[in-house]
């Protein structure tokens, strides 16, 4: 079975943790998207903690990253300016070649520093740092639960499909999909009865007891901060 990603939480390696990590990360985001030196030491250093917490960082980014050069790509060839290349009617302007470096640089940093949050924080340990409390906590807290358990049980009914041959030819593919929707549908029913039980027999009140996270080279995590905003200055 494939790794969950709150496994990959829970076992990567941090140099910086507690509140001050999620803090880190809440501020360096401006100061990404404002200033381009930012965008480079960010993107060098939250890559380089995001590959050192866990080798899931190459696969996470995948996907947001395929759409980014997709969009990129657009824009170098939409932009109107002096010519520099041309490829048959698409043409490469000077101010959509700009456009386009400062996107993807932008975008590659904010991505880098984002994925560190996601591989080393957990959603309690999120809201621990932010002092989320009452409803809206418990809401995403059982829709985090929720998601979890769901995406669980889908490995599981699509391995079994897989082991069956369920995926061999678009027909039985599309066939072995509605059926596995369908099953999961009704599967979605059970756990939340049976999660409703679980939280009854163990007295749940409405909230949501979370742990308290001691902060962990608070020192480190300051001193790239201020790496960061000193890339303003320069």
Known sequence: MSESLESVQVRSRKLIDGPIKVWLVIVALPLILIDLHVQL??????SAL???ASKYFLK???VPLSFIILGVVVIMFTIDGKEIASFYFLKITDKSLETAINTLLRSFSAISALSYLVL?????????????????KEIMLLGYRAIQVLIEEFETLRISADARLGFSGIKKATKTTSMLSYILFLRAFEKVEKFERAKEA?????????LKFENKNSVFAISLLALLALGLLV
Do not use: M
Request: proline share 5%; glycine share 6%.
């Open 202 to 210: 163990r007295c749940y009140s409405g909230n949501f007891p979370i």
């Open 60 to 62: 996470l980014i995948t």
């Open 50 to 52: 995001s590959l050192h």
């Open 120 to 136: 080393t924080t957990t959603l309690p340990e999120f809201l621990s740092a932010i002092r989320i409390k009452g409803f809206l």
């Open 41 to 46: 030491i960010a993107l060098i250093l939250f």
